[in-house]
C-alpha cells in the first residue's frame, strides 16, 4: 500500500506561478515512475509530466519550458513547478506512482493521490 498526499494546488492569474507537491509513503520498492496528469471534466486523465527514479524526465507538449518535474528520493517526493501558466493549464491535477517492472520478482505498484485542483483565471 502506498499513500500519495498532494499539495500546493489553487487558483492563480494567467502567467503566474504554481508548485505541487506529492509526498509518496509506504512500500515503495525498487525503480519506479511518478508522474502528474491533469483531469478536466468530462475528458481523460492525461500525462502532464513524469519522472523516474533516476531522475528522467518526459514532458507533455503543451508544458515544456513553462513547467518542471523533479524529485527527492530520500524523502518520496515530487514536485511540480508551475511557472507561465495559462487558462488551459486548468484542471484537477493527479499524482501517480507506479512500479518500473525490471525481473519477474519485482513488486508492482500502481497508486494514485485524491487530486488537486488547477484554476488559471485570465
Known amino acids: 500500500q502506498v499513500n500519495l498526499v498532494e499539495s500546493g494546488g489553487g487558483s492563480v492569474q494567467a502567467g503566474g506561478s504554481l508548485r505541487l507537491s506529492c509526498a509518496a509513503s509506504g512500500s515503495i520498492f525498487g525503480p519506479n515512475i511518478m508522474g502528474w496528469y491533469r483531469q478536466v471534466p468530462g475528458e481523460q486523465r492525461e500525462l502532464v509530466a513524469d519522472i523516474t527514479t533516476r531522475g528522467r524526465t518526459n514532458y507533455a507538449d503543451s508544458v515544456k519550458g513553462r513547467f518542471t518535474i523533479s524529485r527527492d528520493n530520500a524523502k518520496n517526493t515530487m514536485y511540480l513547478q508551475m511557472n507561465t501558466l495559462k487558462p488551459e493549464d486548468t484542471g484537477a491535477y493527479y499524482c501517480?506512482?507506479?512500479?518500473?517492472?525490471?525481473?519477474?520478482?519485482?513488486?508492482?505498484?500502481?497508486?494514485w493521490g485524491q487530486g488537486t485542483q488547477v484554476t488559471v483565471s485570465s
Open positions: 501517480n506512482i507506479k512500479a518500473i517492472r525490471v525481473a519477474v520478482e519485482s513488486p508492482y505498484y500502481d497508486y
